[in-house]
Structure formats: C-alpha cells, structure tokens
C-alpha cells in the first residue's frame, strides 16, 4: 500500500543547489571576542582522515573518563604571509573597502596570484591607511598560503581575507601593522581544544538522480517505465512542479560550512600523523598541521578556511588528551 504522504525532501536553507564559483569557500561572517587583537582565522589544505584514541572529556557522556577511538581529519596548514591591510566602511549597501596597504616587496608568486604592483609606496599606503581610521569599521588582513612548504604541485598561493577581532579598532590596526609582510603560523591563531568553524566545497558527484541526490526510496519491481523515480511529480492541475519534488540535477561542489570542529592535535611534525607511504592523492605532511575531530568536506588538496566559532560549543576548553595516533597503514604498508 502506498503511503499516503511523503515529506519534503532535502531543505531549502541549500537552494539552489549548484557547483560553487570558486573551490576557496567564503565565510560572511565573523564573530565578536573580548579579549584583545587577534586574528579570527586560518586556512590550510586537506590531507585526510585517520583514526585517533583519546580520552573522553565531556562530563556527561557515558564514557567519561574512558579511552575511545575517534575519526579525524588532518588538515596541513604551513604558515601564511600577511601581505596586506584593508580597512572597511559602511555604506548603505554592505561593507566596502576603504584603503589597502600592500608589504613592500611583494613574491613573485603573490604577484602571479594578484595584480599587484612589483613595488609599492608601502609608508605612504599605512600613512593614507591611518589617516582614514575615523570612517573604518572594521579591519582585515589579506594572507597568501604557502603551498611550496606542504605537499601540492602548485606554487601560486591562495590569497584569503582574515578579520582582525578584538580591542578597539585602533589597536587592531597596530596590531595588523605589525604583521604586515610577516608570517603566521596556525598556533598563534588556534589552541588545542578549541572549536572551529570550517568553510569548503564539497566533493563534487556530477549529474545525479533523484535517488542518490535526495534518498527517495525505489518503485517497485513492475512500475512503468521508470523505477529510480518520482512515481508523481505534480497532479494535472494546477500544472506545475513544487519545489519540494525531489528531482535529478547537481550533486556535490557546494559550499558548506561545518560549525564546531574541535582541535585535538596542533603541531610541525608531520611524520606524527602521516600514514606510511603517505595520504592517499596528498603525500607526506611536511609542514605544520591541524587534527580536527571528525570529517571534513572536500577532497584532498583543497583548501579549508577555518575561523574560530560562532556558536556556543558543549566541548570542555581544556586540550584533550590524545593517547594514540594510527601511522602503521598506507601505501608501503599494504604492499609489504
């Protein structure tokens, strides 16, 4: 017997539900700390998953206290350059750039990701930069990654907008003066423990059906022409399809944003947590790294824009305590 209703399938919150523009993720928005300047985010570059033991820290969890095996991803984050300043004012359209101050001798990988100017009047850029102070609202840093210190083909550097939070503002914009064409690394920015939003896109999965896209169940063995199918997509009249009618189309590239993903493991030595033989379609870690509990989105590779949390999180803020990293497989291990 059929059933006589059937709820709505997948949620709106994610239409349209089309390939990204970009494969760098966007974040909209940052949330507000007390304490004093301090960069609101990071990025770094996915190298995949592993298995870890640590020792159950939430006080209501029936484990408490007890060792247990946890999946998490390993996240290669070397450290990025700050290469510009940017302030921002508030139009009635939404925030707009203000003044931008470049470093004084950008690489020529930067020069390669941007148009930048080879050399730039960088005193009389931070000279404009303070002197327009009055009419910013906010204050962000623009950082290049490094993709020549972890395991990527590529030179070009990914270029990303971090909010400078914290203080006033005129502290933040000593505070980002400071980094200005200096490096920073994803410690100074996180700690263990922490929670941490993560921005992406998703595997993509192409052209898909309305089975595998929305998990609608199967016809029977003997329906009409179709089986991997909506029986009924709309009624004769009124003639038209509502939105909630699961139907074939894209499936996966989409950005997506993962809110409190605890950090178990902060650290430089990649060989701790690199598999043997390497990351399947990564490598070897080679730089600085971060363990995030659980799974992310996308493939290996892509780059992860991570910033600290927007929401309330049920996680202790002391750093766990993680007994066992799984290294003893890979490649050169199943060979053998």
């Known amino acids: 017997m059929p059933r006589p209703r059937s709820p709505r399938k997948g949620s709106k919150s994610f239409y349209p539900r089309r390939r990204a523009s970009h494969f760098n993720g966007r974040i909209q928005h940052w949330p507000d700390v007390t304490e004093g300047p301090q960069l609101l985010g990071f990025a770094g570059y996915k190298a995949g998953m592993t298995h870890l033991y640590q020792v159950e820290d939430r006080a209501k969890v029936p484990e408490f206290g007890q060792e247990v095996k946890v999946a998490a991803t390993v996240i290669e984050a070397p450290p990025m350059l700050v290469c510009a300043i940017r302030s921002y004012k508030e139009t009635y359209d939404g925030y707009k750039v203000l003044t931008e101050a470049w470093m004084i001798e950008p690489t020529k990988d930067i020069i390669k990701a941007t148009k930048v100017k080879k050399t730039s009047d960088a005193a009389k850029e931070l000279e404009k930069l303070t002197s327009t102070k009055d009419k910013a609202k906010e204050i962000r840093i623009l950082a290049a990654t490094q993709p020549k210190l972890a395991s990527l083909e590529k030179n070009i550097p990914d270029l990303i907008e971090i909010k400078v939070g914290g203080g006033t503002l005129d502290q933040q914009l000593e505070y ?62 009124p003639r038209t399809i509502h939105p909630h009618v699961a139907r074939a189309g894209q499936m996966g590239s989409h950005q997506r944003v993962d809110f409190n993903k605890r950090i178990l493991l902060l650290g430089n030595e990649g060989a701790k947590v690199s598999p043997a033989g390497g990351f399947n379609r990564y490598g070897q870690v080679k730089s600085e790294y971060i363990v995030i509990k659980g799974s992310v989105q996308g493939t290996p590779k892509r780059l992860i824009r991570m910033r600290k949390s927007v929401r309330d999180s049920t996680y202790p803020k002391t750093a766990p305590q993680v007994t066992y990293v799984a290294t003893e497989w890979g490649k050169e291990k199943t060979q053998q």
């Not at 423990?193 to 992406?200: A, C, F, Q, Y």
């Open 176 to 237: 980002a003066k400071g980094l200005l064409g200096k490096t920073v690394s994803a410690s100074q920015v996180f700690k263990l423990g922490e929670t941490v939003d993560l921005s992406g896109v998703t595997k993509g999965k192409g052209f898909q059906g309305p089975v595998k896209r929305f998990g609608i169940r199967i016809l029977q063995n003997k329906s009409r022409k179709q089986i991997r199918a909506v029986a009924s997509i709309a009624p004769v009249a």
